[in-house]
């Protein structure tokens, strides 16, 4: 079922001993820098160099082909990219596993086969390749580095041997090495990082999947610049979710100028950036922002004593000591969609018989009361865990970690408070010497200068924890091979056919042939006005084309079939005309848009959001991959403003958002199982009202048979 | 003209002799720590303690009472609530000309009578007071600390004799401190720090006015909870503004959840924090949302050798070593607001003669060729400034900062190219040794680790720089006269008639008395489709009351008007009818809201963005205090959505900008000089459309008197 072979990436990962080809003597060369990094680990495998002249480089044996140089299970090949096939083949010929590719100049510079020709020799020799065009790899867990990364120079990586680590795996080396530098920076542990290159073989989803299995692994970190392979990219995830590790994720390319600059850089594909996202919704990745917000919640997961992530609820108690810090927290808090539960009335009159000058609710403000005994803060904070049971309890503390006096008082009760309640997460936000940070990230509090960080970082770790469809097997064998634009586009009333077809429910309506038949079909639906829209497959703006009229009354149903014939005839004299649809006027609800596409990464994907002619303008949607159950529809549904205006605007009846949810998980059911069929369907708007939700206006597009190509057919 | 008197503030900020009354031995003790703080400081000034029994406190002269001290100029009163106006008292009589006091207890803990009798004291002597309730200031240029403020203790502010120091002003002397603990361990200046407490006298407002004139002030940073005077305010920051000082600003409250927590807080108001928000837009100060946004712009501006930000244009040049850290800024430069100008073909073919394997558009990837030569980075950034002539060069350079290798070969070239370009600013993203960064910062080069920290900080300087409206004097003698909910309610028609006056085209329509009458007007009018709608004093929700119709073919204008009277006179018998409105049906356009209301802090404001039934979703809304000119009113609509919804939807007529901005700028106007008789206008929808800004539906409250209190009334 997966298509990872993990066990051929252990010589990746873990070699036992490694050949340098392309050797150099200089430590800041590409073919100098692992050598000097594996004597610095004091790597305990083998290490050989294969260099055209030299008896030893860097003081380690020399040879002037692999073939001398005897059996290795890992090479790294730094050489002119002329130079990489011939170097690759004489790995394969010797038995190499595992192959990383340093030099660039293949797909990167527009070069793919002569990439494909490395790729077949790896493949034909079961070798597996990292690169080209890679920075290389290290595992801190056996000392093993074989890279050359400048990221390395002012910050050697640690593993710590309670396996609280991080993970990386990045397609861009500058871009990863940049987040390790920024995490090694904070203090966090590393079992591996990679930069994956243009990514031949082995990708980032592999390496995922490599880490989610590995013990020495806490938090798995990727980045991204495109991914070419969706189905990889979801079973990678839903492997690190089975393994209870969390995976965060960054990607380069969200804004128009942002997917011009990926366009110009690599080989891969940065494709449509909304569904990259929902992707990573739907199967409980995390999607950091910026530097800041990646570490950081890599560092409250790495500093966490709580592992079970599945049991998050998004309940936070706050306490200061400054009133205003407390609003500025809860503001955060509510922003980020975390809840501040209150504060019991018996906690509040209890409270304030030992704090009477505290604002007693949640936020809790201590106010400058407890600055006679800093022990008072440790039993507040006890009283809002006892009280409240929040998931996560915050302490902004401002000075108080670097006043001695006041953290002699507070240290004693606040670290055993912690020990007492180890189902609590606690997070101070204070300034502090680095031997407070310290002993507090030992007790698993992880400690945050600027408070509303803390709240980024606890909104991650709840997403985190938060429910995910159970992941179905997607469908295989789709994915590249969507062409849009070569479908054959069907009318109104054949797309509203496919749409019942789908469960999804369309208006009461006919197709009028003459302006007789549109009339009787008027008076017998017996709606008071009608809407008239042409019927074309020629046809896709109907509005500007002329046909269409609004607010018909029944017995005019006949003059306006003819009025709008004629004055699309005038417009388009060589459109098919099919006829005029004749819909009952539906004038209460919402707008909402419906859609699915064929994604050539992700397949079949299903849009939901903001409908009529504001999409353009908001983009308030939401991307699934289909299908997927009723309760990932409402998360995608909550994910949008629509939640908002299902709950009821004044003047609009209400609509339950349990019915939209399921007419949506039963179109993404129907689109999933017919996508070898159809390329797209949009529904807009859809009409989501008191009485269901109705299909006012769609377009089919049909999947054409691909051209047959190649020789041989 | 100004409200502020300014010289007063002198013995305020730099007192020439001070008296500590309440005086302690302990340093630790509120009345302790101001007399180490100005040893510590070596305040050249005379301190006197007023200390009960002792003849010394901390080796200075105690005496029994102030008049046995001698004469001070600034007195500190740290004694418990109730002795503090018998203090006060004493400073009176001993011609004290500013007074601090600590003591907490008064509006704070709701005694709001034992504060107006501390402000009656001191006016009454012509003193000025800070507090009750503060944490007191200090003056880093002259050497005064009159503060308890416990971030002192790690962190001793250093003004810089350069002037590039921050001015802090909070009314939390917590919230001010933490900022301030911040800003200090991020290693910048500090001319003086506030904490104004409950503000009974001097106010924040007053001390950014004060530190406006202030030649050691570079950045004001302002902190509120709430804000209760508008005009003093909008005062304070225009003498900012003309003085060129920079105003950063925190205020917490945002959100429900915050504004609950603030109201449980001080004495102050929270306010509508949107009107706030407004309000800082409107007269040029820049609103932080975090800690770190904060701090990040007060570096950049302290380190910045560009000093007139009149000219910022938002032009941003951007090289990397990473394309996909390049990708990452493209996206945050473009969220925002941010320009990215390309790259001239010129520059491209003649950087590829160099840089073969760059990218050459802006952003500029130089990929791993520079590698080699890390001059040729000063010189690619060289190229961006010359041919792009941004205003901000940003390179992001990841580790070359501490790689001493590549930063020997770098540093010349690039600090050369520094001092040769003093109109750009430049700023660096990369990690780097203390010793790195000192040097940058003193040749005025900004380092940020995290790239799109400088994004957001080079977003705000922009803001800073950028065009506000010529600051009209605003209409004084409003401010808390506001009651809302006591005005008469006017009917649709007389609304609009009110509106008509303000210069806001109303459809063509009229009211109709009879059924007969109603016809008569549609048929008079022309139109193919109405609306109509009850007229009445009493009915503000007419839909609801069955008292509209829409879509009314001219010829059963008459059977309609019957139909709604009798709904109506079912439905709410007691109501006042005063007829029925025949106005003809628009279709096209963009429903907008466009309101005003006497706001009890900021006068009269108006209100503009999203309408419809869109409002309460989107809450896509600007505030701005009136009057303002058209400029402003465009700032206005381009802060919303609708700037997006004017420029076209498919399928609706573009309007123009200019022609909104005008209507809405006279609507200002006209408001703001009938304050006196207008408590709310709400103009909703009101319809752009190509045809030009209709209201369609208003509703108009106008002030009634204020009821006559008083004995000798």
Redesign the interface.
Same mark, same amino acid.
């Given at each position: 079922m997966t298509p990872f072979d993990l066990a051929s990436l252990r010589p990746l990962f873990a070699p036992r001993s490694v050949a340098m080809i392309g050797a150099s003597n200089d430590e800041?060369k590409v073919g100098g820098r692992p050598l000097a990094f594996l004597k610095r680990a004091g790597f305990t495998g083998t290490i050989v160099a294969v260099h055209p002249a030299a008896d030893t480089v860097q003081g380690l044996p020399a040879f002037r082909s692999l073939a001398a140089a005897g059996p290795v299970e890992h090479a790294i090949i730094a050489l002119a990219a002329k130079d990489v096939l011939p170097a690759l083949e004489d790995c394969a010929a010797q038995g190499v596993k595992a192959v990383q590719v340093f030099s660039?100049g293949f797909a990167d510079a527009g070069r793919v086969a002569e990439q494909d020709a490395l790729l077949r020799t790896a493949r034909k020799a079961g070798m597996r390749m990292v690169g080209p065009n890679s920075l290389g790899l290290f595992n801190a867990v056996d000392g093993f580095f074989g890279t050359f990364a400048?990221?390395l @120079? %002012?910050a050697w990586p640690a593993a710590r041997s309670d396996g609280n680590n991080i993970g990386l795996a990045s +397609?861009?080396g500058? *871009?990863g090495?940049?987040c390790y #530098? /920024?995490a090694q #920076?904070r203090g966090l542990g590393f079992s591996h990082m990679i930069a994956t290159g243009n990514e031949a073989d082995v990708d980032v989803a592999e390496c995922i999947a490599y880490l989610a299995q590995d013990s020495a692994t806490r938090v798995i970190v990727a980045?991204f610049?495109g991914c070419r392979d969706g189905d990889r990219l979801i079973e990678a995830l839903r492997q690190a979710r089975d393994a209870g590790k969390p995976v965060l994720v960054?990607k380069? %390319?969200?804004?128009?100028?942002?997917? +011009?600059? #990926?366009a110009?850089?690599?080989g891969s594909l940065a494709g449509n950036d909304a569904v990259f996202d929902g992707i990573l919704r739907q199967y409980g990745a995390w999607r950091a +922002?910026? *530097?800041?917000g990646l570490i950081d919640v890599a560092y409250a997961l790495c500093i966490d004593r709580k592992r079970d992530l599945g049991r998050e609820d998004g309940r936070l108690a706050v306490l200061t000591?400054?009133?205003?810090? %407390? &609003? /500025?927290v809860? @503001?955060?808090?509510?922003?980020a969609g975390l809840q /501040?539960p209150g504060l019991p009335a018996a906690a509040k009159a209890e409270l304030s018989e030992w704090l009477p000058a505290a604002?007693a609710?949640n !936020?809790l @403000?201590t106010s =400058?009361s407890v600055l006679g005994d800093m022990a008072l803060v440790a039993r507040a904070i006890g009283l809002m865990v006892d009280r409240v049971q929040p998931s996560t309890v915050l302490a902004f503390l401002?000075?108080v970690g670097?006043?001695p006096?006041?953290w002699a008082q507070l240290r004693g009760p606040l670290l055993a408070l912690v020990a007492q309640r180890p189902g609590t997460r606690f997070v101070l936000s204070m300034?502090a010497p680095p031997s407070v940070r310290a002993e507090l990230e030992r007790h698993g509090v992880a400690l945050f200068?600027? !408070?509303?960080?803390a709240i980024t970082a606890f909104q991650a770790i709840t997403r985190l924890g938060a429910a995910v469809s159970d992941v179905p097997p997607r469908q295989g064998g789709l994915v590249g091979q969507a062409r849009p634009g070569r479908g054959t586009v069907l009318d109104e009333a054949r797309s509203k056919a496919v749409l019942a077809a789908a469960g999804i429910a369309v208006p009461e309506e006919r197709v009028a042939q003459s302006a007789a038949e549109a009339l009787s079909i008027a008076v017998e639906l017996g709606a008071a006005?009608y809407a008239l829209k042409i019927v074309s497959p020629d046809i896709l703006h109907k =509005?500007?084309a002329g046909g269409v009229a609004l @607010?018909v009354?029944a017995k005019d149903a006949a003059d306006c079939w003819q009025e709008i014939v004629t004055t699309v005839r005038g417009k388009l004299p060589q459109a098919r005309i099919d006829g005029v649809l004749v819909t009952p006027m539906l004038r209460s609800g919402i707008d909402a848009i419906l859609s699915a596409q064929l994604d050539p990464v992700f397949g079949m994907v299903v849009m939901f959001g903001l409908g009529g002619?504001?999409v353009? &303008? *908001?983009k308030d949607v939401a991307f699934r991959a289909a299908p997927f159950d009723a309760a990932e529809a409402r998360r995608m549904i909550e994910q949008t403003?629509v939640a908002? /205006?299902l709950a009821g &605007?004044?003047?609009?009846a209400a609509i339950p958002i349990e019915e939209v949810a399921a007419a949506i998980a039963s179109f993404a059911k129907h689109v999933a199982a017919r996508s070898g069929e159809i390329e797209s369907i949009e529904v807009n708007p859809w009409r989501l009202h008191a009485g269901g939700c109705l299909a006012l206006d769609a377009v089919v597009v049909l999947r054409n048979p691909e051209p047959v190509t190649g020789v041989n057919a």
């Open positions: 800041n660039s400048t990221a @120079d %002012g +397609q861009s500058a *871009f090495s940049y #530098a /920024l #920076a980045t610049e960054m380069a %390319g969200a804004s128009a100028a942002g997917a +011009q600059a #990926a110009t850089h690599t +922002q910026t *530097f800041d000591t400054s009133g205003g810090v %407390g &609003v /500025l809860a @503001d955060a808090a509510s922003a /501040l604002t609710s !936020p @403000d =400058t401002a000075h670097r006043n006096a006041h300034l200068e600027a !408070p509303e960080r006005r =509005t500007e @607010d009354a002619t504001w353009e &303008v *908001f403003r908002g /205006l &605007v004044r003047g609009s």
